[in-house]
Every structure is written in structure tokens, then in C-alpha cells.
């Protein structure tokens, strides 16, 4: 396609008709190209009210989706091809962000509950990922590939751990959270955080755990 004559066209279009034709261009971009193309926008401030119990829905779904392998796309690796990483696992790790980062401003509006509910649905669904289920394929592949601010996500559902669970379900909790970190070199400084939001029971019966099961955290 001749790159003059299209923006010629293109100039003389209405609005309606070039945000249609961006809708169809978004549609049958991948997610790399999508980054590239609309990924310095600052689509925060447009962003819609979260509905939380879609939300919550969302995420159930995509929890289910991923354990019956809808993003999971193997292919034989060789010397030429490692580093190619198939779409379904850039799709999976670009929904598992915006996840993150909706739940993250549930918290921040104080929906505690809820929060956790899908902090602790994703974080399973993260763990499971590490854990080496067929859920996304890559021939390396990890956290770091999650799109925005990992530690802020955590933050935020430390936070909410917090002022909701008890001690012992906080506890069991932050556990893998912290085991987790611990293989990732402390980069999200889980313990910190914690020591930032728990109150004084939950602190006591966490500290018990760690010293149990010898885990790294400083």
C-alpha cells in the first residue's frame, strides 16, 4: 500500500471515521504492536470507573482460562528461534498488568476486600506460572515480563492483606509472597513492605514463620 496516497485519504476523513478505522487497526495489531503504537498515551486519566464485580468476574475467568492452557503456546526451540516469544504469552502477561493495576486502584479507593480477593487469584495464578504449569511458553519467562510497576502492585495488596486478614491468614498469605522475592533476590522487598502496613499480631506470627522455614528476607 502506497504510504502518500493512504494519508491523503486518510487527511480527509472525519473523526468518527479514523477512530473506526483505529478500532480495526487495534483489533489485528499484536500486543507488542499495540504497546508501540499507543503505549505513551496517557490513557490514566481517561480511564473508566472499575466495576468491581466485573472485575472480580474478569479475573475468575482468565484464572480459569489460563490453567486449561488458552494461552499456552509451545513450539519446538532451537539455536535460531529461543528468543521468540509466541503472542498468547505477551496477550497473558499484558492482561495479567492491567489486572494488577485495576486491582491496585481498588485498593487505593479503600475496597479492601475485594482487593484481596484478586490480589490473592492472580498472585495463585503467578505462582502456578513460576511454578511451571503449561500456562504461557517462552524458553525463559518470569515476573519481570509483567507490564507497570510490580512493586507498587504489591504494596497495594500488602496493604489490603493487612487491614483484612487475620494473623494467620495474613500469615499464609505472605508466605509464598516472601519465599517468592526471595528467589527473585529481595527486588521487590516484600519484607519491608510488610513491616510498613502490619499491625503488631500479624507481624509476630509472620516472624515465627519466616525463622520455621528459614527464609531469606534481608
Not at 28 to 45: A, D, E, I
Not at 117 to 130: A, G, N, P, R, V
Not at 171 to 183: F, H, K, N, W
Request: hydrophobic letters at 35%; aromatic letters at 10%.
Amino acid at each position: 500500500m502506497d504510504r502518500s496516497s493512504l494519508f491523503s485519504f486518510l487527511k480527509k476523513q472525519d473523526s468518527a471515521s479514523l477512530l473506526s478505522l483505529l478500532e480495526s487497526a487495534y483489533e489485528t495489531m499484536s500486543t507488542n504492536q499495540r504497546r508501540k503504537v499507543f503505549g505513551s498515551l496517557p490513557l490514566k486519566k481517561d480511564a473508566p470507573k472499575i466495576d468491581e464485580a466485573k472485575l472480580l468476574k474478569k479475573i475468575k475467568t482468565f484464572y480459569e482460562e489460563s490453567l486449561k492452557g488458552v494461552y499456552y503456546a509451545p513450539f519446538d526451540i532451537n539455536s535460531k528461534n529461543y528468543m521468540n516469544i509466541p503472542e498468547e504469552t505477551e496477550e497473558w502477561f499484558e492482561k495479567l498488568g492491567d489486572f494488577l493495576e485495576a486491582v491496585t486502584k481498588v485498593s487505593m479507593k479503600g475496597n479492601h476486600t475485594v482487593a484481596v480477593e484478586c490480589f490473592k487469584i492472580l498472585h495463585k495464578l503467578i505462582d502456578e506460572m513460576l511454578d511451571g504449569d503449561e500456562i504461557i511458553f517462552a524458553d525463559e519467562y518470569g515476573t519481570w515480563m509483567i507490564p507497570g510497576d510490580e512493586k507498587t502492585f504489591m504494596q497495594a495488596y500488602l496493604h489490603s492483606l493487612s487491614i483484612v486478614a487475620t494473623p494467620e491468614e495474613f500469615t499464609e498469605a505472605v508466605i509464598p509472597l516472601l519465599e517468592r522475592d526471595s528467589c527473585e533476590s529481595l527486588s521487590n522487598k516484600v519484607y519491608k513492605s510488610v513491616g510498613q502496613v502490619a499491625n503488631k499480631e500479624q507481624k509476630k506470627l509472620l516472624e515465627s514463620a519466616i525463622k520455621k522455614k528459614k527464609i531469606r528476607v534481608k
